[in-house]
């Protein structure tokens, strides 16, 4: 898996340029998707992928990353280092050609590397161009080589500064490799504070993936002392360091674990290669069946998170339904009359699975660009599955006649909520065929312009019908908190009042009926009060349209309002009113304001302590509110949290309580 191809030399003989690099400064989403969180964190991506690359072709056994006390970033591995030597094309050290040319780097040619991730060559050099500084270190040949840059300019060719072993920062003392430190341009992304939660996750991932691989995170930022372990001081870097001697199985594990739930057999985990229309192709699947509802598949193509799936997700899929309806029917397992073969949904409930697939030219599509579209990738995923789940299944027929058995349940539970709903359907058309009778419709029937505010309570719902634009927005007030879907089966979801009104409003069907494009608003709005009960309501939400309705979450048409916390007035100033979404938006208002008269301020603890107009001009006007969009970013995350915070498992919850409660804001 992963083993490089050729001779495995990579020299300068192996960077092929495509085009230039002028155009990143100026439209940086272009390269990176955004110049927020997001496009922050990317820029990190891009180099750690760059040394799993290294990884994957047999040349890397340890990556460091550090985020360094004056806000840069220092990504070191032990691989063979980016080529020094002259670029016979370019006239120059394939260093810098990697770093200044967009589109250049050792990925592209399959001499060097069988499989590479994601944009490597683009990546580096566009690190290289969004960093205010940059400093590149290469052990090779026995030389320390380095270079720096100021917004993407090299300030003088690739230097030899000594021998290999006199570096000041390598891993194990390794005799070759590279070391990469940026400094993000404030003058291109809205922050350039990183998160180390979301760089441990994506690290987390990397080690399952890359079976044997060290990756150790090292934080030197300045950090509250009550932060801090009650082993640590604050002198200290705080170290992460993440080993998966296991890869997937270790993966499947994880995750299990969090859902506290046990599993039905033991992990199975199979992988197989073959030569593919792009070179060498290989596939490594670790799955199993556990104790559980819900479903948690997760793909990734070159060790590159593809969220929205794609043609080996849809493989695997495809022949996990065949084989396992196959193999029942020839053992004559299906008891049930009602139950005549088994669908996809009712063979993946609980299952755990990790798909990873590696090919030569990986095609992304999709939304965010992280849906594989290699059609070839389909059969080769789905054959191997089948012949391999088939081949498991006829060693062990007891564990598979259990997933056999935890499937026909489902079944039979869809079937019972699918005669739920006929009922519930033929008692509407003798009652009426209008929409919920709570809902405040809006006037247009375009969905790209039509919003749905669900709001909780009679008293926020009716403000929210009064400041509302009529034309474009409709208002489904909700009575209290919806069910916990977490912990409940579909007929007991779909009996529930407020999910059926929800579902009504949207239009889009439910379970086997969904079809997103027939949402009759492509935006729904939670919106929710500033406090604790507040939040549980989202969450309660969210979780429903997560586990139910996720094709909504995936195009982009679920939002969250954000009410703001405070009402600001001046006596000097009663034109102006200023509002404040946080304590310290407030203070800085404050700052702003004459000190001379007494400052009011009002405190909303509620949606309903709004008037129309308040509520129209802090959170209603499309002009000026604020909607915080909810992504698919991280599905494994996302589903880990859900599970955590509103599953069975009470140890689970309180273990996060316990260490997030410095974190959360009490509302008092």
């Not at 080589?145 to 500064?161: A, I, N």
């Not at 992990?267 to 030569?275: A, D, Y």
């Amino acid at each position: 898996m992963g083993t490089p191809t050729g001779d495995g030399n990579y020299s300068a003989k192996n960077i092929t340029v495509l085009e230039g690099l002028e155009a990143v400064r100026k439209r940086p989403g272009m390269y990176i998707g955004s110049t927020g969180a997001r496009g922050l964190h990317h820029l990190v991506w891009e180099v750690v992928d760059n040394s799993v690359d290294e990884a994957l072709a047999g040349r890397c056994s340890a990556i460091e990353v550090t985020l360094t006390a004056d806000g840069g970033v220092r990504i070191a591995d032990d691989g063979s280092g980016i080529p020094v030597d002259l670029h016979e094309k370019e006239g120059r050290s394939a260093l810098e050609v990697v770093l200044t040319v967009l589109h250049a780097g050792g990925k592209f040619d399959s001499q060097a590397y069988a499989v590479s991730g994601g944009l490597h060559g683009v990546g580096i050099s566009v690190v290289n161009a969004l960093s205010r500084l940059l400093v590149a270190e290469v052990r090779r040949d026995g030389g320390l080589y380095r270079q720096s840059y100021v917004r993407g300019v090299p300030q003088g060719p690739v230097e030899r500064v000594g021998d290999a072993s006199e570096a000041e920062y390598t891993i194990a003392d390794s005799a070759t490799g590279t070391n990469i430190t940026f400094w993000p341009d404030p003058d291109i992304f809205e922050e350039i504070a990183f998160s180390i939660d979301t760089i441990s996750r994506r690290l987390r991932d990397t080690a399952f993936l890359t079976a044997g691989l060290h990756i150790t995170l090292i934080d030197e930022r300045e950090v509250d002392p009550a932060e801090l372990p009650d082993d640590a001081t604050p002198d200290e870097p705080r170290v992460t360091v993440f080993h998966a001697p296991g890869g997937l199985r270790d993966f499947v594990d994880h995750i299990r674990n969090t859902k506290a739930k046990d599993g039905l057999h033991p992990v199975i985990h199979f992988e197989s290669e073959e030569q593919g229309p792009n070179g060498l192709q290989s596939v490594e699947l670790a799955c199993q069946w556990i104790n559980d509802y819900n479903d948690s598949i997760l793909s990734f193509a070159n060790t590159i998170n593809t969220h929205e799936g794609g043609t080996h997700e849809e493989g695997f899929r495809t022949a996990i339904t065949s084989v396992i309806n196959r193999w029942a029917k020839d053992k004559n397992l299906l008891r049930s009359k009602e139950v005549e073969s088994l669908t996809g949904d009712d063979l993946r409930s609980g299952l755990v699975a990790i798909v990873s697939v590696k090919v030569g030219d990986p095609q992304f599509e999709g939304q965010t660009k992280t849906k594989l579209g290699n059609t070839e990738v389909k059969s080769f995923v789905q054959t191997t599955t089948y012949a391999r789940i088939a081949e498991w299944l006829e060693e062990h027929p007891s564990e598979g006649k259990l997933i056999v058995q935890k499937a026909e349940g489902e079944a039979q539970a869809r079937i019972a909520a699918r005669k739920a709903r006929d009922l519930t359907r033929r008692k509407s058309l003798l009652e009426s065929t209008s929409l919920p009778g709570k809902l405040a419709d809006c006037q247009s029937r375009d969905p790209a312009e039509s919003e749905l505010y669900i709001v909780e309570g009679d008293s926020a719902g009716g403000s929210a019908k009064m400041a509302r634009d009529r034309r474009t927005q409709a208002i489904l007030p909700i009575r209290g908190k919806i069910i916990n879907v977490e912990k409940a089966r579909l007929p007991k979801i779909l009996n529930n009042t407020e999910v059926q009104a929800l579902i009504t409003a949207m239009g889009t069907g439910f379970a086997d009926d969904f079809d997103v494009a027939k949402a009759r608003y492509h935006k729904l709005v939670l919106m929710a009060d500033a406090d604790v009960d507040g939040a549980h309501i989202r969450t309660l939400l969210l979780t429903f349209l997560f586990r139910h309705m996720k094709p909504l979450i995936e195009a982009g048409y679920v939002y969250l309002a954000q009410p703001p916390l405070y009402q600001i007035t001046h006596p000097t100033r009663k034109k102006d009113v200023f509002y404040a979404f946080s304590d310290p938006e407030r203070d800085a208002i404050f700052a702003q304001l004459p000190k001379d008269k007494k400052i009011d301020v009002q405190r909303f603890k509620g949606l309903g302590e709004m008037d129309a107009n308040q509520l129209w001009e802090t959170t209603m006007d499309p002009e000026k509110r604020t909607l915080k969009l909810v992504t698919m970013d991280d599905a494994a995350v996302a589903d880990e949290m859900f599970t955590i915070l509103m599953g069975d498992d009470v140890e689970a919850r309180r273990n996060f309580i316990q260490s997030n409660a410095k974190y959360a804001t009490l509302d008092v």
